[in-house]
């Protein structure tokens, strides 16, 4: 089978959604590969800081685009199914931050950015399939996806979920703080001009507010299962 013909699932939508657990879960359930462009932005905006550059100099976040070495490595912790090494660092926990969520928001929308990963995450796609986990998957990165899913949610169902998530962990943080921060975020990127973040025209789209995570991979795998067979 040549590249073309490996099927690529593509689920994009807003932070908070639920999507990084439903790819990781259809990924297992399918035993496709996983691509989280989320992941590669974070660790973009992350290097940035560690080399010394500007997160508004766009040709040398390019540049550092182009020859990032970082690599994903799936681990047994279902909290945390994926390892990220960053030039042999694991840097995993580092990008869960919100520091790390706003950077990539900032990087996101840069275009030559984006032109510099592009390779960066078409080489996941390998058999026997990948599970793309992003905001712009199907509308502009793989829009042959066989199946594209956009899963959204209400801001203030996501904010509760990520003070939820944090306050398990002993983690002090404000519920309306969260609820503003991801509400500039959905903003920044359903307002930029590169890669907007918007359901693909073709996508199926699932709002996750009153669902809980069995209810939408319940949904999810039946899409999949429409398509796949």
């Known amino acids: 089978m ?53 997160l508004d100099d766009e040709p040398a976040l390019a540049e550092l685009a182009r020859t990032l070495d970082v690599h994903f490595e799936p681990t047994r912790d279902p909290e945390s199914p994926l390892r990220v090494l960053l030039e042999g660092t694991d840097v995993t926990q580092a990008l869960r931050t919100d ?16 032109e510099g990963i592009g390779a960066l995450q078409h080489s996941f796609k390998q058999l026997p399939g990948l599970v793309a986990d992003g905001r712009d998957m199907g509308t502009v990165v793989f829009t042959d996806a066989v199946l594209k899913i956009y899963l959204t949610a209400s801001a203030q ?32 990127d359903m307002k930029r001009a590169v890669a907007p973040l918007k359901p693909a025209q073709d996508a199926y789209v699932i709002d996750s507010t009153d669902l809980d995570i069995d209810q939408v991979f319940a949904l999810v795998l039946s899409a999949v299962k429409e398509k796949l067979g």
């Open 2 to 54: 040549v590249p073309d013909e490996v099927p690529v699932i593509a689920i994009d939508g807003p932070g908070g959604s639920g999507k990084g657990v439903i790819t990781h879960k259809l990924a297992v359930h399918l035993g496709f590969h996983i691509l989280d462009s989320g992941a590669l932005y974070r660790v973009i905006g992350f290097a940035a800081r560690n080399h010394s550059i500007d």
């Open 157 to 188: 169902a996501r904010a509760e979920r990520r003070y939820n998530q944090l306050i398990d962990k002993d983690i002090s943080v404000s519920l309306h703080d969260l609820f503003e921060s991801i509400q500039a975020r959905d903003e920044r």
């Open 99 to 114: 520091e790390a969520a706003s950077d990539a928001s900032r990087v996101a929308p840069l275009a030559q950015v984006r």
